[in-house]
Antibody, heavy 132, light 113 residues
Framework: EVQLVESGGGLVQPGGSLKLSCAAFGFTFSGTGIQWVRQASGKGLEWVGRIRSETNTYATAYGASVQGRFTISRDDSKNTAYLQMNSLKTEDTAVYYC???????????????????????WGQGTMVTVSS | DIVMTQSPDSLAVSLGERATINCKSSQSILYSSNNKNYLTWYQQKPGQPPKLLIYWASTRESGVPDRFRGSGSGTDFTLTISSLQAEDVAVYYCQQYYATPPTFGGGTKVEIK
């Protein structure tokens, strides 16, 4: 079964750190980018950041609200991606989802390999609570 | 960043009737080199992660019932549920992937009247 499974969420104090994991099953993990999206209780979806596949040199990008505090990495040998969260703030409290872009949408645009960020597989999410 | 604006915030529709959700982007998300609109629609039921319904603005994901239809181009898009079923009660989000960061609309809650 194709799935993503997040883990590592929990309660952390403001200023603290937490590392989330996203384990992939049932598909070729190394060939697809992984994204993190969060959702505060009763709110909408906010893109946190992404890491591209090796084809795109594992390029990363982050949302403005987490830039400089969060880092995304991956270990293709373990079929796992990670979200390292530092200097956590109360406003980072949310359910964190890992998701992948649909690799069937990938294409070459001139010399560039494009990985359109349409997310077809989502994990169930892991809750992060930042509170004193 | 590209701002995605959905309307209405919520709507109540009778079973079997049509539901229409609108999504407007702050700039065109039509890529001229391939003539594709970089827009997806998701459905999120309570306690569940979002589910991809439509990509490229109008292509249904595998397994999505054909009562879900995406349309529009440029900056204005619509998700239509042609005959609302009880299992369609959810919040629907549009999202652009034309530019980084990918951005979501605020969501539209669909309920049964």
């Amino acid at each position: 079964e194709v799935q993503l499974v997040e883990s590592g969420g929990g309660l952390v104090q403001p200023g603290g750190s937490l590392k989330l994991s996203c384990a992939a099953f049932g598909f070729t993990f190394s060939g697809t980018g992984i994204q993190w999206v969060r959702q505060a209780s009763g709110k909408g979806l906010e893109w946190v950041g992404r890491i591209r596949s090796e084809t795109n040199t594992y390029a990363t990008a982050y949302g403005a609200s987490v830039q400089g505090r969060f880092t995304i990495s991956r270990d293709d040998s373990k079929n796992t991606a990670y979200l390292q969260m530092n200097s956590l703030k109360t406003e980072d409290t949310a359910v964190y989802y890992c998701t992948r872009h649909n690799p069937a949408l990938d294409y070459y645009d001139g010399g560039d390999y494009r990985e359109p960020d349409a997310f077809d597989i989502w994990g169930q999410g892991t809750m992060v609570t930042v509170s004193s | 960043d590209i701002v995605m604006t959905q309307s209405p915030d919520s709507l109540a529709v009778s079973l079997g009737e049509r539901a229409t959700i609108n999504c407007k982007s702050s700039q065109s998300i039509l890529y001229s080199s391939n003539n594709k609109n970089y827009l997806t629609w998701y459905q999120q039921k309570p306690g569940q992660p979002p589910k991809l319904l439509i990509y490229w603005a109008s292509t249904r994901e595998s397994g999505v019932p054909d009562r879900f239809r995406g349309s529009g181009s440029g900056t204005d898009f619509t998700l239509t549920i042609s005959s609302l079923q009880a299992e369609d009660v959810a919040v629907y989000y549009c999202q652009q992937y034309y530019a980084t960061p990918p951005t979501f609309g605020g969501g539209t809650k669909v309920e049964i009247k």
